[in-house]
């Protein structure tokens, strides 16, 4: 196995040129589209002040919500800080969409852990189960949609909701890229046009040219301490697709009748904006970083998804170790070179929504924040580390050169 060295990283930097050019012309269109959002809407610094209360006549978060929406390509977006995390605001959607008796169906097979109590795979006495909504799921095949399982479900069972999750989650599966998504989606629609197709589009913003809404999708969610909130919005998510849709969620959000009128900002305005505002810079940045690490791991002996040239349709990289002290060692040196918290030592323990232990280094300004540097991973074979982000190609670098000594001394 080769050890680290300058000319192991001029031979990484070198091959991986092509991709990083690549990358740097999807942050330069989605720059343009932002700045054609803020221009189009006309955002000024009155847009920053925030409500309190009720948050009746937010101007500033209504206007949120149309840049939101141009960006991503839909018809209405609801953009709020009282979403907590991603996960909250797919449990809103799901409750806003589906009524007792409906069926919920996964093609991806089971979506994240912690989303196991939301739709009562396991117990729990608020879940979608509790309220007679039914949940089924198709498994991926060799990376892939299993069309004809899809296709018999749909001509045998009433389903209302299509739930399709991008990234990979703690699995070792390709995550789902936008051509893949468009095939999908054609194909549900010619055989059953009602049926809503909402996607979890967490950590895969920006990363491609289109959006699930732009290829056909109803309705998508995603999460504001990832990709589109830049590292600067503190909390928060967003859901975007057609205009029904969308409203159905915010009146599970906060009131029946009053749904997006409502809630208040409270300071938050600011921070969300100027985070979108740098989110083409941060998540290209964040995939120069997985670029660079996924080549020079490989050239190192280390099975990486995706590999460096490859589609990345979010700004996940995994990472397999098939070896428990390795996957510690790398985590444990993604954190000696965070920002925050670095003299810490990440240790494997139990987190609400897992299963098995998790050992995860985010030594971030924003608590739990995807798209600053940040790697972890369950304690169960294959071993397999989970980087993400980078606020800056260089800091990300650091990063990953610092955690590849630490597994070659191991050796």
Request: aromatic residues 10%; negative net charge.
């Amino acid at each position: 196995m080769n050890k680290l060295n300058n000319e192991l990283i001029e031979k990484v930097d070198k091959k991986i040129e092509v991709e990083i050019n690549k990358v740097s012309k999807l942050e330069e269109y989605y720059s343009m589209k932002v700045l054609e959002a803020f221009n189009k809407y006309k955002v000024s610094a009155s847009d920053f002040y925030g409500t309190t209360g009720y948050g009746y006549n937010d101007f500033g978060r209504d206007k949120i919500d149309k840049i939101f929406a141009y960006v991503l390509g839909s018809e209405k977006a609801l953009v709020r800080s009282q979403f907590i995390s991603g996960t909250h605001a797919l449990t809103v959607t799901l409750f806003g969409l589906l009524r007792p008796n409906d069926t919920l169906l996964s093609i991806t097979g089971k979506p994240y852990d912690t989303l196991d109590e939301v739709i009562g795979i396991v117990d729990n006495k608020s879940s979608l189960k509790s309220f007679s909504i039914n949940y089924k799921q198709i498994d991926l095949v060799n990376d892939d949609f299993d069309y004809p399982k899809i296709k018999e479900f749909l001509e045998t069972t009433p389903c209302k909701v299509i739930e399709i999750q991008r990234s990979k989650g703690y699995s070792t599966r390709k995550s789902i890229d936008i051509n893949s998504l468009k095939k999908v989606i054609k194909f549900i629609k010619d055989i059953n046009k009602d049926v809503i197709i909402m996607i979890d589009n967490c950590y895969s913003e920006m990363t491609e040219y289109e959006t699930p809404t732009m290829v056909g999708a109803d309705i998508m969610v995603g999460s504001l301490i990832k990709n589109l909130g830049g590292g600067l919005a503190p909390n928060g998510a967003y859901v975007a697709g057609s205009s029904e849709l969308v409203e159905l969620v915010a009146e599970r959000l906060t009131v029946p009748g009053q749904g997006s009128e409502v809630g208040p900002s409270l300071g938050i305005n600011k921070m969300i904006l100027e985070g979108l505002y740098m989110a083409p810079s941060v998540v290209a940045s964040s995939l120069k970083a997985s670029i660079f690490a996924s080549c020079l791991l490989e050239e190192l002996g280390y099975k990486v998804s995706p590999r460096y040239n490859e589609i990345r349709p979010d700004i996940v990289l995994n990472i397999e170790f098939n070896n428990q002290d390795k996957l510690i060692k790398f985590v444990e040196g993604i954190q000696e070179k965070s920002a925050i918290d670095s003299y810490i030592r990440p240790i494997p323990t139990d987190m609400p929504g897992y299963n098995d232990k998790i050992i995860m280094a985010s030594g971030s300004f924003i608590d739990g924040s995807s798209i600053e540097i940040s790697c972890d991973g369950p304690i169960r074979p294959p071993y397999v580390a989970y980087l993400q982000g980078s606020l800056t190609y260089q800091y990300g670098r650091l990063a990953i050169i610092n955690a590849v000594k630490r597994i070659l001394n191991e050796e």
